[in-house]
């Protein structure tokens, strides 16, 4: 079978279940698990589906739930987290944003540390609640369901008056022109409060987000300090971020 007829019964086969698993597919089309990964992967560089961990997801014209997006790019997202965790140190005052790389984070910060966290996630409040010596703040408002954060006037104002030291957030797309990007206008408001409050910024984003640009800019590139990602600094993406000073993990 040839690759192309492969990728279409991939898209039938999710315009029908919404999701697919890679080792139905590899059973299915008589391939390794490795093909249909390679092929999951150029179909998610066309725009065309969301990878996850073991299989694809449909791309529609929405945002994914919170659910979705805690098993999208697993893999990828805890790498992210064991070298941004790295960056915390005890008596921070931090502030997360409520993207699932920093729940993996929140996960993996080491027992010893005694630090402050402000964040509008349940889910990573949730998980902080467990450490044995983080304060937790959580910072409130109106609830979005799907993504399980908090949003709102409010949410923004309160941010505005954190004074922190170092913030993690997520994002849809970082771009050397454009900046920080997000692809809804409240959430890049959040995000921009966000840096106004912290004397750090620490943007962590799986390969994909790099030098891709969404609607609505957040900040200007020169407000990050550091990107943290799951491939190597040495790739030559970074190149142009490199050369304005950004510190790239």
């Not at 010596?133 to 399980?148: D, M, R, S, T």
């Not at 040495?234 to 950004?246: M, S, Y």
């Amino acid at each position: 079978m040839l690759k192309h007829e492969r990728h279409q019964i991939i898209l039938d086969k999710l315009k029908l279940n919404k999701t697919v698993l890679s080792i139905k597919l590899s059973e299915e089309l008589l391939v390794s698990e490795d093909t249909i990964r390679r092929d999951l992967k150029e179909l998610e560089s066309k725009n065309l589906i969301y990878k996850v961990h073991g299989g694809a997801l449909l791309k529609e014209n929405r945002a994914l739930s919170y659910d979705e997006r805690s098993v999208a790019d697993i893999e990828e997202k805890k790498k992210i987290a064991q070298k941004a965790v790295k960056l915390i140190r005890d008596g921070q005052v931090i502030i997360m944003s409520g993207s699932s790389t920093n729940l993996e984070l929140a996960k993996i910060i080491p027992p010893e540390i005694n630090a402050t966290v402000y964040t509008y996630s349940l889910p990573i409040a949730a998980e902080l609640s467990h450490h044995p010596l983080i304060e937790v703040i959580f910072i409130g408002g109106k609830l979005n369901k799907a993504a399980q954060v908090t949003v709102g006037v409010d949410l923004v104002n309160s941010i505005y008056h954190i004074s922190a030291d170092i913030c993690f957030m997520g994002t849809e797309g970082i771009d050397i022109t454009k900046g920080l990007t997000e692809p809804d206008w409240e959430v890049s408001r959040i995000k921009d409060s966000m840096i106004h409050a912290s004397n750090y910024v620490v943007v962590m984003c799986i390969s994909t987000k790099i030098m891709t640009a969404k609607r609505y800019t957040v900040v200007p590139i020169e407000k990050i300090d550091v990107i943290v990602s799951d491939i190597d600094p040495g790739n030559k993406i970074f190149n142009e971020l490199k050369a304005i000073d950004i510190t790239i993990i």
